[in-house]
């Protein structure tokens, strides 16, 4: 799941560069499955809501993972931004 500003329009031609690249590495055939909703992240906090909301969405009844366990990893620098010192909603994150 692509969930960086690369996922704009505008950046198609390096989303398309990453996937060759990743390609490369595994030895097969590589793209993304999914974006993440198009959203004003100005700040860490925002991005981070933007991908809790497309986890959410996965887990709901009806939704992907609705029936079973959901395995993330996340590979997010969050503007470049500490792990610590901020909150999202009600979660201080430290």
Same mark, same amino acid.
């Given at each position: 799941?692509?969930?960086?500003? #690369?996922?704009?329009? $505008?950046?198609?031609?390096?989303?398309?560069?990453?996937?060759?690249?990743?390609?490369?590495?595994?030895?097969?055939?590589?793209?993304?499955? $999914?974006?993440?909703?198009?959203?004003?992240?100005?700040?860490?906090?925002?991005?981070?809501?933007?991908?809790?909301?497309?986890?959410? $969405?996965?887990?709901?009844?009806?939704?992907?993972?609705?029936?079973?366990?959901?395995?993330?990893?996340?590979?997010?620098?969050?503007?470049?931004?500490?792990?610590?010192? #901020?909150?999202?909603?009600?979660?201080?994150?430290?």
């Amino acid at each position: 799941v692509l969930s960086s500003n #690369w996922r704009r329009p $505008a950046h198609a031609a390096r989303v398309r560069a990453l996937e060759a690249c990743v390609s490369e590495h595994l030895g097969e055939d590589f793209e993304f499955d $999914a974006r993440t909703r198009p959203a004003d992240e100005r700040h860490a906090p925002d991005r981070l809501r933007c991908i809790g909301d497309y986890v959410e $969405a996965l887990c709901r009844p009806g939704g992907d993972f609705c029936d079973r366990p959901l395995r993330v990893l996340m590979l997010e620098d969050f503007f470049i931004t500490p792990l610590d010192g #901020w909150s999202c909603g009600d979660s201080k994150i430290d």
